[in-house]
């Protein structure tokens, strides 16, 4: 079946990035397609802590999470394997809300203005200036432009022939809500052999816990309850966790093969957003952030373009290029090294009792993993 109308941006995949892009553009006038794979509401392997540094802009759209009940977080702790501590007030703070509810709160006001359609983008080619995308139910839809905002890892990414695609990554991640008592205030990083954990309050009163661990670890015990008990609970601070926490999910949520390879902003001539342009290390609590912020860059840089009676889409990829890599690359590089640091057992021992000797240290590290307020 062929559908004729000829969209201004097909945007594929409606997380934060993909939302955030359809709000902003169709606000301006811009006819737009969100393409999802997903009804919503649905819950997402993620550690639901979002920096403040995007609520301005958020406002601007008419995105306020606080009227869902959005928790503020003012404060960062960390632990080592062995539970050394160290807590530090966040130089910006943020906020705790499930991807639930945060999705669901900008489609609420996405599906108002743009179509959305609830399919699985398999194929998107580019002829004659325009693109064509095909869902896996044969459905192909028209547009302009393409902008990819299809998260970490997708069936696009097999076939736009992505080079993270041909590497296995070692990781996996899972992720639940539970009922238990934690400083509202507080969002932290507990770590553990082969990973960290963790934990804040959502709007809900129930903490998230959300873990990253090397397979090599996981497979040790093979189990999630077991990993929890054995391994994450040397850490005491997790060991008090997961003894004092009543699950609130029938079960935990896993995904696996979470690549932070390098990756293109631009393929194909599709503008890539969000976690589909790059996935920084998410114990630096920012890619949600980015990823809203990757949807402003592009929306303002598009904008100004799409305005100029005749203008040249080169010119745009390349700028978009650019500012990408300048607002991003530094974080990624930061994030990777933070991470690097974090899962040696001695450079994560000397690290910790350095920032507990000089706490004025851990700041400016997390300064270096965020970006400024979004105006
Ligand atoms: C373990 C873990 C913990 C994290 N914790 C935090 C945190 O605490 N704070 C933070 O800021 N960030 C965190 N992150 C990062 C954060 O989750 C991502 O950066 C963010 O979700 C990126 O948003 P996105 O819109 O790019 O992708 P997503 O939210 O993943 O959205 C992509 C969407 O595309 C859809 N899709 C995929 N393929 C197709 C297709 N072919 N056709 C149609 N639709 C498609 C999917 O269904 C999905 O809805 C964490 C990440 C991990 C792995």
């Known amino acids: ?102 999705d669901l709160l900008l489609y609420d006001l996405v599906k108002e203005r743009v179509d959305v359609t ?78 960290y954990c963790g934990l804040s309050h959502i709007e809900t009163g129930a903490v998230n816990a959300c873990y990253l661990t090397s397979y090599k670890s996981f497979k040790r015990v093979g189990s999630i309850p077991g990993f929890q008990k054995e391994i994450m609970s040397q850490n005491p601070h997790l060991k008090t966790f997961f003894e004092h926490a009543k699950l609130l999910f029938e079960k935990p949520l896993t995904i696996s093969q979470i690549s932070f390879e390098k990756k293109l902003p631009i393929v194909d001539h599709i503008f890539m957003i969000g976690d589909s342009a790059g996935l920084i290390h998410p114990l630096c609590g920012n890619g949600m952030a980015m990823a809203i912020h990757g949807a402003k860059l592009f929306s303002e840089l598009f904008l100004q373009a799409f305005r100029q009676e005749q203008f040249d889409r080169e010119d745009l990829e390349k700028a978009y290029q650019m500012k990408w890599e300048e607002t991003f690359t530094s974080r990624l590089q930061a994030g990777r090294r933070i991470q690097k640091l974090l899962l040696h057992p001695t450079t994560a021992h000397l690290g910790l009792k350095m920032v507990q000797t000089f706490p004025s240290i851990l700041p400016k590290i997390i300064k270096r993993t965020h970006g400024e307020l979004l105006i």
Request: hydrophobic share 35%; net charge positive; glycine share 10%.
């Open 1 to 102: 079946m062929g559908f004729s109308k000829t969209y201004d941006v097909i945007i594929v995949g409606g997380g934060l990035a993909g939302l955030t892009a359809a709000l902003h553009l169709s606000q301006e006038g811009i006819q737009t397609l969100l393409i999802e794979k997903y009804k919503y509401p649905h819950h997402k392997v993620c550690g639901e802590y979002i920096s403040n540094e995007v609520m301005p802009y958020l406002r601007s759209l008419g995105v306020d999470p606080f009227e869902k009940g959005a928790v503020e977080i003012s404060k960062f702790e960390i632990s080592s394997k062995e539970g050394k501590k160290v807590t530090t007030q966040l130089p910006l703070g943020g906020f705790g809300i499930s991807r639930y509810a945060m």
């Open 118 to 195: 609830f399919a699985t983008a398999e194929r998107v080619s580019f002829q004659n200036n325009q693109f064509s995308v095909q869902t896996t139910n044969r459905d192909e839809y028209h547009g302009k432009f393409v902008l990819g905002a299809f998260g970490k890892r997708s069936l696009l990414d097999t076939t736009l022939d992505r080079k993270f695609m041909q590497q296995k990554s070692p990781w996996l991640a899972v992720k639940a809500h539970y009922a238990v008592n934690i400083p509202d205030e507080l969002v932290a990083l507990h770590n553990f052999e082969g990973g």
